[in-house]
């Protein structure tokens, strides 16, 4: 094969790694990008495209998460990934772990770690590659990767749920919740939620969003029983589908455009959090972005919306 066949071969592991890096759709397609222009001015072929292709989007990816750390921390509201629809990388020996990786709780998790924690973490965790090709990755010693390892593998294991929900079980859950959530059905939805179940949105201040998180299943109920009839009544409607490999869905106006996504995270027989995109920035490569503000403004003509 040519460099060309060689790297578009490679293209969709080398997006996901970046993806977990970055956890950013545009982001992570520009330091593919970036790893083609350095692939093809290497003067020499490499042994291993893979193994190069490989260290080239991990490097430029962690040099692009230490900018983005600082952007981050003056985000307006909570931050949450660009949600990804459908991971381009299968390899059926790790699905599990590939699956788990791109959730947004396991996303979450990751911000928790240092960039060159992270790093390590996907490559070796997640893409089970060996010791000697994260080392040389990242440029740190094979013992040094290890000890990386190690303090990232801590971080993930504090901050997971103890119980995951089997896919079968999961997907039947939230069937059963977008049906409720459909039909206004408040005593339906309460029957669903965790007793501290979250409701957050991320608007990074482009959108409008709630003002602070919603808790607990009566107020959640309660809530969406309140806004989703009014939202049907000017035409928003919602499709469920997988956002970031959990039970989802992708929230559109009248005219097709994306409003928002949802990801559900559920657990011990519960929907334990509601997660919306609502920011306009991270929904472009979903779709035609709609106007939320509009949307917002038509939703309050019809009567007081609910904080």
């Not at 970036?34 to 692939?39: D, G, K, S």
């Not at 997660?275 to 309050?300: F, S, T």
Request: net charge neutral; glycine share 8%; with cysteine.
């Amino acid at each position: 094969m040519d460099k060309v066949d060689e790297f578009e071969e490679l293209r969709p592991l080398l997006f996901s790694i970046a993806y977990r890096i970055l956890g950013s759709v545009g982001e992570a397609e520009d330091a593919v990008q970036e790893t083609w222009l350095r692939f093809d001015a290497s003067p020499t072929r490499p042994d291993s495209p893979k193994a190069f292709l490989s260290a080239a989007v991990t490097r430029v990816s962690i040099d692009v998460l230490r900018s983005a750390r600082a952007r981050r921390e003056r985000y307006v509201g909570p931050w949450f990934p660009e949600p990804l629809l459908d991971d381009p990388y299968e390899d059926p020996a790790r699905s599990a772990e590939l699956a788990d990786s791109v959730s947004m709780a396991a996303l979450l998790l990751l911000e928790r770690l240092s960039p060159l924690e992270r790093a390590v973490f996907v490559l070796r965790e997640v893409f089970g590659f060996g010791f000697d090709e994260v080392a040389a990755a990242v440029g740190r010693s094979e013992p040094a990767c290890r000890q990386l390892l190690v303090r990232a593998r801590g971080h993930m294991r504090a901050g997971r749920p103890r119980f995951a929900a089997d896919r079968e079980e999961r997907d039947a859950l939230s069937a059963r919740f977008f049906d409720a959530l459909r039909e206004g059905d408040v005593g339906g939805l309460r029957d669903l939620l965790a007793a501290d179940v979250s409701l957050v949105g991320d608007g990074g201040g482009k959108a409008p969003q709630l003002a602070r998180a919603v808790m607990g299943a009566d107020n959640v109920a309660r809530l969406l029983g309140a806004v989703m009839p009014r939202m049907a009544g000017i035409d928003i409607t919602f499709a469920p589908r997988e956002v970031n490999g959990q039970p989802g869905a992708v929230f559109r106006d009248r005219d097709g455009r994306v409003l928002h996504t949802w990801a559900l995270d559920v657990a011990e027989g519960r929907v334990q959090a509601i997660r919306m995109v609502i920011n306009p920035d991270k929904l472009g490569h979903v779709g035609p972005v709609a106007n939320a503000w509009a949307v917002h403004d038509e939703l309050k003509r019809t009567g007081r919306m609910p904080r």
